[in-house]
């Protein structure tokens, strides 16, 4: 069974074609919509509303609405402008089971860097006969963070008997040893490893599609769409 997986990072909707960096979901969710993507983790989405959008704008079910999914799940992590803030799904099959996974703060904040609390965000859905585990995530930008959102990840994909989909901006780029246990336990959609990052001008992948070794890979790639400041990353999948 062909399966179409989406990850974009929408920096909560901030249009950078926007001269005054609008928020413009509806360009997202038409992005989304055009893909006809199965499965879409959305990083750095809102769970309710904030300045300077409307309060039913700034939401998972509203993207979901938007752009035509029926099922869809909101993470939060922390809160922004006294809004829950974190990791969001959509997805085309029912959602069988979801759970929000924090992953660990670093005991020290040593480097000179944003630090904020992530999670990774676990679906089981049913795609045709097969159960699939999906793994969503957002890693930190200190090595701290993603050393330990990286190690847990690996941890929860090792525990699983279903096959496995990961997925999310990891703000590490493919050679970083910080990832090379799960890019030595799964496949990589995109071995050409294209950049993702910025939009407006790319230099480095920090975008990812990894998936169990039973499960085929037709294609991965980066969506050449400027729209948010990360590329939206796709992957067409044998199931």
Avoid at 60 to 77: D, T
Avoid at 124 to 150: C, M, Q, W, Y
Avoid at 212 to 235: R, W
């Amino acid at each position: 069974m062909i399966f179409k997986a989406l990850t974009f990072n929408i920096q909560h909707g901030v249009d950078q074609n926007s001269p005054s960096r609008e928020i413009n979901l509806r360009q997202i969710a038409d992005i989304i919509r055009e893909t006809h993507a199965d499965i879409v983790n959305l990083n750095e989405v809102y769970g309710a509303g904030s300045f300077p959008c409307k309060e039913d704008e700034m939401t998972v079910n509203y993207l979901a609405s938007l752009a035509g999914y029926n099922y869809s799940f909101f993470a939060p992590a922390i809160r922004v402008n006294g809004k829950p803030y974190g990791n969001g799904f959509l997805s085309k099959y029912p959602i069988r089971y979801a759970e929000v996974i924090p992953i660990p703060d670093p005991i020290r904040r040593d480097e000179d860097v944003h630090y904020e609390s992530r999670n990774i965000l676990k679906i089981i859905l049913k795609a045709g006969d097969k159960p699939i585990t999906v793994f969503g995530s957002h890693f930190g930008v200190a090595s701290s963070e993603e050393r330990n959102a990286a190690e847990l990840l690996d941890a929860l994909v090792g525990e699983e008997t279903n096959e496995c989909i990961c997925l999310g901006d990891w703000n590490v780029t493919p050679d970083n040893e910080i990832i090379r246990p799960l890019l030595n336990r799964m496949k990589n959609t995109s071995p050409d490893n294209e950049p993702t990052f910025p939009s407006y001008a790319p230099e480095i992948k920090i975008d990812y599609i990894l998936v169990s070794e039973n499960i085929g890979v037709i294609s991965g790639f980066p969506l050449k769409i400027i729209a948010s400041d990360h590329f939206p990353y796709m992957a067409e999948l044998d199931i």
